[in-house]
């Protein structure tokens, strides 16, 4: 990744990416403005400049459709779509981009680890949810089970039921 200069306004360094600049401090962050008008749509800080690309690209799709001038044009049949034009459901669909793009660099760099850990989506099968919700873990049943499998040993207990005694009449907050 090749950095052209610090040409970009507000002292963020320019990328070689369309719609993509680095902060002063190391992220990489991705913004688009809205056709027909003077704002724009901030679609966020990302870790590496491909996943602020990918982020843009799918706003670009969304606003110009197949003729926008995108970072991934091979990608350009497996990016998530934007629910609406809602400036929060386009920054929802740039930010599942970032993250495949992301998790399909990680699969390629096998052999390497990643110290930041980023929001996960786990699918579940109806079967799967059907297993959660018939165990909640407010129930009496699995209660019972954890204080069985946690009972003090009788050594921790009291020695006798006057010691008890004594200490009902005890109150943390007297002097």
Partial sequence: ????????????????????????????VSEIREPGKKTRIWLGSFETPEMAAAAYDVAA???RG?????????????LPKPASSNAEDIRMAAHE???RVRTNAAGSDAGSSSSSVGPVT??????????????????PKMWMQM???????????????????????????DP
């Fill in 1 to 28: 990744m090749e950095e052209k200069g610090s040409s970009s306004t507000r002292g963020g360094l320019s990328s070689s990416y369309r719609g993509v600049r680095k902060r002063k401090w190391g992220k990489w």
């Fill in 61 to 63: 799709l969304h606003f």
């Fill in 66 to 78: 197949h003729e926008a001038r995108i970072n991934f044009p091979e990608l350009v049949n497996c």
């Fill in 97 to 99: 981009a970032a993250l």
């Fill in 122 to 139: 786990v699918r579940l099968s109806q079967g799967q949810i059907q297993a959660i919700n018939e165990s909640p873990l407010d129930s």
């Fill in 147 to 173: 204080s069985e499998a946690l009972m003090m040993d009788e050594s921790m207990m009291f020695c006798n039921e006057n010691e008890w005694e004594d200490m009902q009449g005890d109150s943390l907050w």
